[in-house]
């Protein structure tokens, strides 16, 4: 079993970050809830701050990139539900997915940079 985490699937998980990012951020136009004031805002600044922190990563890796992502993508799964846009379907479900994708790929990150591989026998 794989444990340890390459640089280039390392480059993976942060391109993929930076992707999820940047459609949050253009999701407000694209999927038509650029008038919902909370919605569209959130979108907009997590969205930025997800694309710029996953290109910083890209530079140079440090865990600090991927702590700050992992509660950025928690925070944009909720929300929805904690500034009340839970009822404009669009906002919602794109919160949620962006903010699995992240969150999950900032974790695999971190627990992949600390669980090196066995040595081999």
């Known amino acids: 079993m794989l444990k340890s985490l390459s640089s280039n699937n390392r480059t993976a998980f942060d ?6 990012g940047l459609g949050l951020l253009l999701s407000p136009w694209l999927l038509g809830f650029a ?23 890209l530079c140079a890796f440090y865990e600090a990139e991927e702590w700050i992502n992992l509660v950025l993508g928690i ?3 909720a ?3 904690v500034l009340g846009f839970s009822v404009v379907t669009a906002a919602m ?5 962006a903010g699995i994708v992240v969150a999950v790929l900032a974790a695999g990150n971190i627990w992949f940079s600390h669980n090196r591989p066995f040595p081999a026998a």
């Open 79 to 81: 929300a929805p539900w």
């Open 93 to 97: 479900w794109v919160h949620v997915v």
């Open 75 to 77: 925070w944009t799964v």
């Open 35 to 57: 008038t919902e004031a909370y919605a569209a805002w959130n979108a907009w600044i997590v969205g930025a701050a997800i694309a710029v922190i996953a290109a910083a990563a």
């Open 15 to 20: 391109i993929v970050n930076i992707v999820a």
